[in-house]
T-cell receptor
Framework: QEQLQESGPGLVIPSETLSLTCTVS????????WGWFRQPPGKGLECIGY?????????NPSLQSRATMSVDTSKNQFSVKLTSVTAADTAVYHC???????FGLGPWGQGTLVTVSS | DIQMTQSPSTLSASVGDRVTITCRAS??????LAWYQQKPGKAPKLLID???TLQSGVPSRFSGSGSGTDFTLTISSLQPDDFATYFC????????FGQGTKVEIK
């Protein structure tokens, strides 16, 4: 059974870079698409973007200037970096698999809380 | 952006009840609509995509319908394991999500 698990710092200083990694087990990051999402406290889910191995990443226009995603097939992981963070970036961050056009998202990681604070 | 509006935001129900959650899009998403279930501290779970395609392993008491801008998720007979938050997602134009509907015990 394929599983995804997010990892990374739970606390990031304002103006610094948030970096998260999603480790995939029971499957391979070499195929399909891989996405990042976040849910600020009390708010709905927001897509950060998605990418694929060897493919071009697609970002939410509202975050495009600050987000970078990549895939590491040697570690079976994919990651996201978000620069110049502010308190508004405080959220639970999830990773998820996307099988492609026409399909929903899944499986998902359970999420990791990232707080932006000095 | 396409806005997704769910109603109600909270729903109180009893085991055995028929439950219906609605999701409305700010513009047509055709049939590109998915439903998810999420429990506190757990990963969201895909229940239905393409508006009405039940995912493998999801109980048949869950069903989805609709097209264009109006969609529904129905649980025909609510079970104890179904108390959770449900949210919809459109995927015709990037991805946007509804705010969620919490199904709680009455």
């Amino acid at each position: 059974q394929e599983q995804l698990q997010e990892s990374g710092p739970g606390l990031v200083i304002p103006s610094e870079t948030l970096s998260l990694t999603c480790t995939v087990s029971g499957g391979s990051v070499s195929t399909h698409y891989w996405g990042w999402f976040r849910q600020p406290p009390g708010k709905g889910l927001e897509c950060i973007g998605y990418t694929s191995n060897g493919g071009r990443a697609v970002y939410n226009p509202s975050l495009q200037s600050r987000a970078t995603m990549s895939v590491d097939t040697s570690k079976n992981q994919f990651s996201v970096k978000l620069t110049s963070v502010t308190a508004a970036d405080t959220a639970v961050y999830h990773c998820a698999k996307w099988r492609g056009y026409g399909f929903g998202l899944g499986p998902w990681g359970q999420g990791t809380l990232v707080t932006v604070s000095s | 952006d396409i806005q997704m509006t769910q109603s109600p935001s909270t729903l109180s129900a009893s085991v055995g009840d028929r439950v219906t959650i609605t999701c409305r899009a700010s513009q047509s998403v055709s049939g590109w609509l998915a439903w998810y279930q999420q429990k506190p501290g757990k990963a969201p779970k895909l229940l239905i995509d393409k508006a009405s395609t039940l995912q493998s392993g999801v109980p048949s008491r869950f069903s989805g319908s609709g097209s264009g801008t109006d969609f529904t998720l129905t649980i025909s007979s609510l079970q104890p394991d179904d108390f959770a938050t449900y949210f919809c997602q459109q995927y015709i134009a990037f991805w946007t999500f509804g705010q969620g509907t919490k199904v709680e015990i009455k």
